[in-house]
């Protein structure tokens, strides 16, 4: 077995080596909230959370992947792709069970029979240290028990079950947010990320909820504090009739799930318009509202989950996720991909579990490549501003941006470039900022253009 410092790292030093990136000060951290925005808590500028979920919840307790690349490789990538903070999963019994206070890397990995695993660790992450890669961190408490999430019935679900004991979670997001106290980069931690369960009720999750929120700001005052609903993390319309009674002040964020399931057989059957016009309604009543209220009334919501099989096959996954983008850009909210993973150590009693909702291959290689979609208009604003309000376009499957060019080509481009555009709505031209020119289009499947002829049907909007 190959010797070297990473053999013998305890999971817990660990854990606190993976969040060691330092960021590159674009923005100055901490984070706070301003309405529904996140923002700089020194300047008051908008800080949109584009996240991607890397998993280290599962039996291992360990960031999956540090057998196949080394950890400022990925980082790396992760940066590369366009995000640029990680939400990081942990269990709360790494935190708050004896078991695992000595256990190392290799321990871990050989309880599990895991040997090529152990080999791999070893050789591409020895000492887990010297990581840079402008990274924010969100520290989301997964579950109990290390393993896969989750069923109604396997006791990790909701306070009081089996294995949810909601002293042991109160001690692990105590643990949590004092251990990453002097780490400015490990922005915000999440309670419980997923409810769900027989014993599930909006009673016990305001009491343990507003428990919760006290403990991590308490422990770290620097942090935001994602609260997430019920059912999966599908559900906080009840919050509409009954606000959660806060403390926090600019630093509390509600986070919500969103997958094609489970209206699969819709996004498979039926009109994928009808469908996404019939989601979004359904967005709206179960979490959309919190964004709309104005002033104190409204918080940032942070979409922490929501992904799609990243091999393009799956029909309904495909028809979703156009839906959603194109939602998420006209909404402007923060999110976090489900997942960076293509693999695990252990998962559903296999070593080296494909998962193919992964942005990276079973090699920790390549990303996937999306299908392109269709293009959608979004508003860009900051808290704040007094800037003129514009619209970008956004094409979601391809995660780029409408852009004219130096010579008013329309092109595909990446949003940080991004084209400003003017749309008045109700089937009104949508014209590049500070010109006359505006989009258009002579037929189906051709190319869009500019041009000064504005005032016909080949030049309207949505």
Same mark, same amino acid.
């Given at each position: 077995?190959?010797?070297?410092?990473?053999?013998?790292?305890?999971?817990?030093?660990?854990?606190?080596?993976?969040?060691?990136?330092?960021?590159?000060?674009?923005?100055?951290?901490?984070?706070?909230?301003?309405?529904?925005?996140?923002?700089?808590?020194?300047?008051?500028?908008?800080?949109?959370l584009?996240?991607?979920? %890397?998993?280290?919840?599962?039996?291992? =307790?360990?960031?999956?992947?540090? /057998? !196949?690349?080394? $950890?400022?490789?990925? *980082? #790396?990538?992760?940066?590369?792709?366009?995000?640029?903070?990680?939400?990081?999963?942990?269990?709360?019994?790494?935190?708050?069970?004896?078991?695992?206070?000595?256990?190392?890397?290799?321990?871990?990995?050989?309880?599990?029979?895991?040997?090529?695993?152990?080999?791999?660790?070893?050789?591409?992450?020895?000492?887990?240290?010297?990581?840079?890669?402008?990274?924010?961190?969100?520290?989301?408490?997964?579950?109990?028990?290390?393993?896969?999430?989750?069923?109604?019935?396997?006791?990790?679900?909701?306070?009081?079950?089996?294995?949810?004991d909601?002293?042991? %979670?109160?001690?692990?997001?105590?643990? =949590?947010?004092?251990?990453?106290? /002097? !780490?400015?980069q $490990?922005?915000?931690? *999440? #309670?419980?990320?997923?409810?769900?369960?027989?014993?599930?009720?909006?009673?016990?999750?305001?009491?343990?909820?507003?428990?919760?929120?006290?403990?991590?700001?308490?422990a770290?005052?620097?942090?935001?504090?994602?609260?997430?609903?019920?059912?999966?993390?599908?559900?906080?319309?009840?919050?509409?009739?009954?606000?959660?009674?806060?403390?926090?002040?600019?630093?509390?964020?509600?986070?919500?799930?969103?997958?094609?399931?489970?209206?699969r057989?819709?996004?498979?059957?039926?009109?994928?318009?009808?469908?996404?016009?019939?989601?979004?309604v359904?967005?709206?009543?179960?979490?959309?509202?919190? =964004?709309?209220?104005?002033?104190?009334?409204?918080?940032?919501?942070?979409?922490?989950?929501?992904?799609?099989?990243?091999?393009?096959?799956?029909?309904?996954?495909?028809?979703?996720?156009?839906?959603?983008?194109?939602?998420?850009?006209?909404?402007?909210?923060?999110?976090?991909?489900?997942?960076?993973?293509?693999?695990?150590?252990?998962?559903?009693?296999?070593?080296?579990?494909?998962?193919?909702?992964?942005?990276?291959?079973?090699?920790?290689?390549?990303?996937?490549?999306?299908?392109?979609?269709?293009?959608?208009?979004?508003?860009?604003?900051?808290?704040?501003?007094?800037?003129?309000?514009?619209?970008?376009?956004?094409?979601?499957?391809?995660?780029?941006?409408?852009?004219?060019?130096?010579?008013?080509?329309?092109?595909?481009?990446?949003?940080?470039?991004r084209?400003?555009?003017?749309?008045?709505?109700?089937?009104?031209?949508?014209?590049?900022?500070?010109s006359?020119?505006?989009?258009?289009?002579?037929?189906?499947?051709?190319?869009?253009?500019?041009?000064?002829e504005?005032?016909?049907?080949?030049?309207?909007?949505?």
């Amino acid at each position: 077995m190959p010797s070297g410092k990473g053999r013998w790292v305890r999971l817990l030093l660990l854990l606190s080596l993976l969040v060691a990136w330092a960021p590159r000060r674009a923005m100055s951290l901490p984070l706070s909230t301003s309405g529904r925005w996140v923002v700089d808590a020194v300047s008051g500028r908008r800080v949109k959370l584009r996240c991607v979920n %890397w998993a280290a919840h599962m039996p291992a =307790v360990l960031a999956e992947g540090l /057998d !196949r690349k080394p $950890v400022d490789s990925i *980082a #790396a990538r992760v940066v590369s792709l366009g995000f640029n903070c990680v939400r990081l999963t942990w269990a709360t019994e790494l935190f708050t069970s004896p078991r695992y206070e000595n256990l190392t890397v290799a321990g871990s990995l050989r309880s599990l029979a895991l040997s090529s695993a152990e080999v791999g660790v070893a050789a591409n992450n020895p000492a887990m240290s010297g990581v840079t890669a402008g990274l924010m961190a969100v520290l989301d408490n997964h579950v109990t028990r290390p393993k896969w999430c989750c069923g109604g019935d396997d006791g990790n679900g909701f306070f009081g079950d089996a294995y949810f004991d909601p002293e042991q %979670w109160l001690r692990g997001l105590g643990t =949590v947010a004092r251990r990453f106290r /002097d !780490r400015p980069q $490990v922005t915000a931690t *999440a #309670a419980a990320a997923t409810t769900t369960g027989v014993s599930l009720t909006s009673a016990d999750w305001y009491r343990y909820v507003t428990l919760g929120e006290a403990v991590i700001h308490d422990a770290n005052p620097d942090l935001l504090v994602v609260v997430s609903g019920l059912s999966y993390d599908t559900d906080l319309s009840f919050l509409s009739s009954r606000p959660l009674p806060s403390l926090l002040d600019g630093k509390l964020v509600f986070e919500i799930h969103w997958y094609s399931f489970p209206r699969r057989r819709e996004w498979e059957a039926l009109s994928p318009t009808r469908v996404c016009s019939d989601a979004a309604v359904g967005f709206e009543a179960r979490a959309g509202f919190l =964004v709309g209220g104005g002033g104190r009334s409204s918080f940032p919501l942070f979409v922490s989950e929501f992904g799609v099989d990243q091999r393009g096959e799956d029909r309904a996954d495909n028809q979703f996720l156009s839906c959603f983008l194109a939602f998420a850009a006209d909404r402007d909210l923060d999110w976090a991909l489900w997942a960076l993973q293509g693999s695990y150590y252990w998962r559903n009693g296999r070593a080296g579990f494909e998962e193919t909702y992964g942005v990276l291959d079973s090699d920790w290689e390549l990303p996937e490549t999306p299908v392109p979609g269709e293009p959608k208009i979004s508003a860009g604003a900051d808290p704040g501003s007094s800037a003129p309000a514009y619209q970008l376009i956004y094409h979601p499957l391809s995660g780029q941006c409408l852009h004219a060019d130096g010579s008013n080509n329309v092109v595909l481009s990446d949003c940080r470039n991004r084209t400003r555009w003017h749309y008045a709505g109700s089937g009104a031209p949508v014209f590049l900022t500070n010109s006359s020119l505006c989009l258009r289009i002579a037929g189906d499947g051709l190319p869009v253009t500019l041009s000064t002829e504005c005032g016909d049907l080949h030049s309207t909007g949505p």
